[in-house]
Nanobody, 124 residues
Framework: QVQLVESGGGLVQAGGSLRLSCAAS????????MGWFRQGPGKEREIVAG????????YYKDSVKGRFTISRDNAKNTVVLQMNSLKLEDTAVYYC?????????????????WGQGTQVTVSS
């Protein structure tokens, strides 16, 4: 497994930006596809963005396209989610996750390592 630690959450006004970072250790990070998930109050956990092990392929949930950007630095074992133009509905706990697959995946069941989560709260 991969050990993951998220940082960068917080309280921000609607329209603002936050940058979430995830530091990885353990299994070779560069062979793991990564994902950012979120879980809002009373909601199921959902994928927000994903990135392949090489970083060449990405996925975004429709509602965040054009506002969020996922990137990774395999030399530094980090994956970042840049969130711009935040909306009230982006409020959730955000989780970083690692897959045993190298190819991009968006299936929750294919991620076997999870961070502890970081709270993102967007206020009006």
């Amino acid at each position: 497994q991969v050990q993951l630690v998220e940082s960068g959450g917080g309280l921000v006004q609607a329209g603002g930006s936050l940058r979430l970072s995830c530091a990885a250790s353990g299994r070779t990070f560069s062979t793991s596809a990564m994902g950012w998930f979120r879980q809002g109050p009373g909601k199921e956990r959902e994928i927000v963005a994903g990135i392949s092990a090489s970083g060449k392929t990405t996925y975004y949930k429709d509602s965040v396209k054009g506002r969020f950007t996922i990137s990774r630095d395999n030399a530094k074992n980090t994956v970042v989610l840049q969130m711009n133009s935040l909306k009230l509905e982006d409020t959730a706990v955000y989780y970083c996750a690692a897959s045993q697959r190298a190819l991009l995946t968006i299936r929750l069941s294919e991620f076997d390592s999870w961070g502890q989560g970081t709270q993102v709260t967007v206020s009006s």
